[in-house]
């Protein structure tokens, strides 16, 4: 069984592990306060508020359930591939998202996990499974740019070398009520890709990514969206 708390003042739902997969999908109704607001956008909410909570935990963590799982039955295997491809378009959502200069927009809760808002994005290149659109350098270059922006920033570390509360630096008013110095290091799930090996073309040459691009005159690839899946 799994209990999904959508809100701490709401009572929690209890679904097993195939509906819970079925829910993250918009395959079945879900109770309030959970919703999702168009399928196309990929857009999770809770409680009214927007959250980046399918890059922060929801497709990274279908993956990896399906992945292991999946095998189980016929019904978890029908959902496999949906699920990367679900998860491919989210990530070139994410990509999309990083400015010339290496910042993103400050969006819904959470935000004081900083660059681990590009978990998905990161996990897909670890995975060599990025939408064919986007070149794995790129993907290196705009995180890099992202996270030197943002660690390069000071009072982003305490005295003793722990992160602080904030987005960029240290801002605590910025930190939500179940936020602390151990919830902060979800920003590490960024350096996914250190897994890749050497020579993988993650790690070679320099590329621009989709908004430096756009934003320099250069050929820029129109986006698109899921027709169905």
Same mark, same amino acid.
């Given at each position: 069984?799994?209990?999904?708390?959508?809100?701490?003042?709401?009572?929690?739902?209890?679904?097993?592990?195939?509906?819970?997969?079925?829910? *993250?999908?918009?395959?079945?109704?879900?109770?309030?306060?959970?919703?999702?607001?168009?399928? $196309?956008?990929?857009?999770?909410?809770?409680?009214?508020?927007?959250?980046?909570?399918?890059?922060?935990?929801?497709?990274?963590?279908?993956? @990896?359930?399906?992945?292991?799982?999946?095998?189980?039955?016929? @019904?978890?295997?029908?959902?496999?591939?949906?699920?990367?491809?679900?998860?491919?378009?989210?990530?070139?959502?994410?990509?999309?998202?990083?400015?010339?200069?290496?910042?993103?927009?400050?969006?819904?809760?959470?935000?004081?996990?900083?660059?681990?808002?590009?978990?998905?994005?990161?996990?897909? %290149?670890?995975?060599?499974?990025?939408?064919?659109?986007?070149?794995?350098?790129?993907? $290196?270059? %705009?995180?890099?740019?992202?996270?030197? $922006? *943002?660690?390069?920033?000071?009072?982003?570390?305490?005295?003793?070398? #722990?992160?602080?509360?904030?987005?960029?630096?240290?801002?605590?008013?910025?930190?939500?009520?179940?936020?602390?110095?151990?919830?902060?290091?979800?920003?590490?799930?960024?350096?996914?890709?250190?897994?890749?090996?050497? @020579?993988?073309?993650?790690?070679?040459?320099? %590329? @621009? #990514?989709?908004?430096?691009? %756009? #934003?320099?005159?250069?050929?820029?690839?129109?986006?698109?969206?899921?027709?169905?899946?």
């Amino acid at each position: 069984m799994i209990v999904l708390y959508a809100d701490p003042r709401a009572p929690p739902v209890i679904s097993n592990t195939s509906s819970f997969l079925r829910l *993250m999908h918009i395959r079945r109704s879900s109770p309030a306060p959970i919703s999702f607001k168009g399928e $196309r956008q990929n857009t999770w909410i809770v409680d009214k508020k927007i959250a980046p909570n399918n890059s922060f935990v929801i497709h990274p963590m279908l993956i @990896d359930i399906i992945e292991t799982v999946g095998d189980h039955y016929p @019904d978890w295997q029908e959902l496999q591939e949906p699920i990367v491809t679900r998860a491919q378009r989210y990530a070139s959502i994410l990509e999309r998202q990083i400015s010339p200069e290496g910042t993103f927009p400050i969006i819904g809760r959470s935000i004081t996990y900083r660059f681990g808002v590009f978990h998905l994005l990161a996990q897909m %290149a670890l995975r060599q499974q990025l939408p064919t659109s986007i070149v794995p350098a790129q993907v $290196r270059c %705009a995180l890099t740019t992202v996270i030197r $922006r *943002m660690i390069e920033m000071p009072d982003t570390f305490d005295e003793q070398g #722990w992160l602080t509360i904030g987005f960029c630096g240290h801002q605590p008013e910025l930190g939500e009520t179940y936020i602390s110095t151990g919830s902060l290091y979800l920003c590490a799930t960024a350096f996914l890709p250190l897994g890749l090996p050497a @020579d993988n073309p993650f790690w070679q040459g320099e %590329a @621009d #990514w989709t908004a430096r691009k %756009a #934003w320099t005159g250069q050929p820029t690839l129109i986006d698109g969206y899921l027709k169905s899946c």
